[in-house]
């Protein structure tokens, strides 16, 4: 499940409990609003957005976490939360919506994170009695907070110990070997978000259609008390090689489908794959050369000064595969 829709859950009022999976991405406005009876729900690290309305009148609620993934806040998200005591807003969050919080009558503390303070509607406390709640804030940025609405209504602004700082998952690496990918962190004890997109899954109503077996894969780490890594990226593709099967009395040469692993971050172009010798060259778009080498022990890397954004053509053998670089 990927995502859960507009209303939901609405007015489930008997409702005390949900676990989200972490493969949610978005989560529909309303789709939480009037469960009376929900005391307590985590929001996975994948969702980007509060909509509308969501968690509306969950009066039970008496905290909540918004993940490190999450930018905005939407339109009266947790209006009528009126037995929440305590918030904690992440670096990530840039834009909180209007009366976002209003009528939380019972807010004693908000921590928030962002460095930079979001973008509020002035209304986003209302009725929640800001002049007696503490808000907690990077230390860098207090005065911020005190010089705008509606931050500077609350009656107590403090720094948050150390300043406020996250520490951030490491990026993770991507492998493959034996038919499946593999992620590491440096990081111990993440989780991993990631998406995989076939070129090859698509409708259409063409006679014959073109094969590529190309996989661009995603994945970032996330942590409970961590800020999410950077997104690490590489691109999964399958390329004839041949090889030479050797028998007691003969010898001869076989084609095989070896997969290869690309990944291009920094203007470098990293080469994954079994097939020592086989030759890798880097192009522009618009087919200038940028670099060559060889693979050797399974790797070859190609130093470019491509820039982030910019499309590679990267030529194994007679492969061609297009990246973004990072």
Same mark, same amino acid.
Do not use: H
């Given at each position: 499940?990927?995502?859960?829709?507009?209303?939901?859950?609405?007015?489930?009022?008997?409702?005390?409990?949900?676990?989200?999976?972490?493969?949610?991405?978005?989560?529909?406005?309303?789709?939480?609003q009037?469960?009376?009876?929900?005391?307590?729900?985590?929001?996975?690290?994948?969702?980007?957005?509060i909509?509308?309305?969501?968690f509306?009148?969950?009066?039970?609620?008496?905290?909540?976490?918004?993940?490190?993934?999450?930018?905005?806040?939407?339109?009266e998200a947790?209006r009528?939360?009126?037995?929440?005591?305590?918030?904690?807003?992440?670096? &990530?969050?840039?834009?909180?919506?209007?009366?976002a919080?209003?009528?939380?009558?019972?807010?004693?503390?908000?921590?928030?994170?962002?460095?930079?303070?979001?973008?509020?509607?002035?209304?986003?406390?209302?009725?929640?009695?800001?002049?007696?709640?503490?808000?907690?804030?990077?230390?860098?940025?207090?005065?911020?907070?005190?010089?705008?609405?509606?931050?500077?209504?609350?009656?107590?602004?403090?720094?948050?110990?150390?300043?406020?700082?996250?520490?951030?998952?490491?990026?993770?690496?991507?492998?493959?070997?034996?038919?499946?990918?593999?992620?590491?962190?440096?990081?111990?004890?993440?989780?991993?978000?990631?998406?995989?997109?076939?070129?090859?899954?698509?409708?259409?109503?063409?006679?014959?259609?073109?094969?590529?077996?190309?996989?661009?894969?995603?994945?970032?780490?996330?942590?409970?008390?961590?800020?999410? &890594?950077?997104?690490?990226?590489?691109?999964?593709?399958?390329t004839?090689?041949?090889?030479?099967?050797?028998?007691?009395?003969?010898?001869?040469?076989?084609?095989?489908?070896?997969?290869?692993?690309?990944?291009?971050?920094?203007?470098?172009?990293?080469?994954?794959?079994?097939?020592?010798?086989?030759?890798?060259?880097?192009?522009?778009?618009?087919?200038?050369?940028?670099?060559?080498?060889?693979?050797?022990?399974?790797l070859?890397?190609v130093?470019?000064s491509?820039?982030?954004?910019?499309?590679?053509?990267?030529?194994?053998?007679?492969?061609?595969?297009?990246?973004?670089?990072?």
């Open positions: 499940m990927t995502s859960i829709g507009d209303r939901a859950f609405g007015n489930c009022s008997s409702l005390t409990s949900i676990d989200i999976p972490s493969s949610v991405t978005s989560i529909g406005g309303s789709a939480f009037e469960c009376s009876s929900l005391a307590s729900i985590d929001i996975p690290n994948s969702v980007t957005k909509e509308g309305y969501t509306c009148a969950c009066t039970a609620l008496t905290s909540i976490t918004i993940p490190n993934s999450v930018t905005s806040i939407g339109n947790f009528g939360c009126t037995g929440l005591t305590s918030i904690t807003i992440p670096n &990530s969050v840039t834009s909180i919506g209007s009366q919080f209003y009528n939380c009558t019972k807010l004693k503390e908000i921590y928030c994170y962002a460095e930079e303070v979001p973008t509020t509607k002035t209304d986003a406390f209302k009725e929640s009695n800001p002049q007696y709640i503490m808000l907690y804030v990077p230390a860098s940025s207090i005065n911020d907070y005190k010089a705008t609405s509606p931050w500077k209504e609350f009656g107590f602004i403090k720094a948050i110990e150390g300043g406020g700082d996250t520490k951030k998952c490491a990026t993770p690496t991507i492998s493959y070997a034996n038919k499946e990918l593999t992620f590491s962190c440096e990081t111990e004890g993440v989780e991993y978000v990631y998406e995989i997109k076939d070129t090859d899954i698509k409708k259409g109503y063409d006679a014959k259609v073109s094969l590529s077996a190309t996989y661009n894969i995603s994945v970032y780490a996330t942590k409970t008390g961590y800020e999410n &890594s950077d997104v690490a990226t590489a691109t999964l593709v399958w004839e090689a041949e090889f030479t099967v050797t028998t007691p009395t003969s010898a001869k040469a076989v084609k095989e489908s070896v997969p290869v692993l690309i990944s291009a971050n920094n203007g470098l172009i990293s080469v994954k794959g079994e097939l020592d010798g086989e030759p890798v060259a880097v192009y522009t778009a618009e087919g200038k050369l940028m670099g060559s080498g060889t693979i050797n022990g399974g070859a890397t130093s470019t491509l820039g982030a954004g910019t499309v590679a053509i990267v030529k194994i053998g007679q492969k061609a595969v297009k990246v973004v670089m990072r």
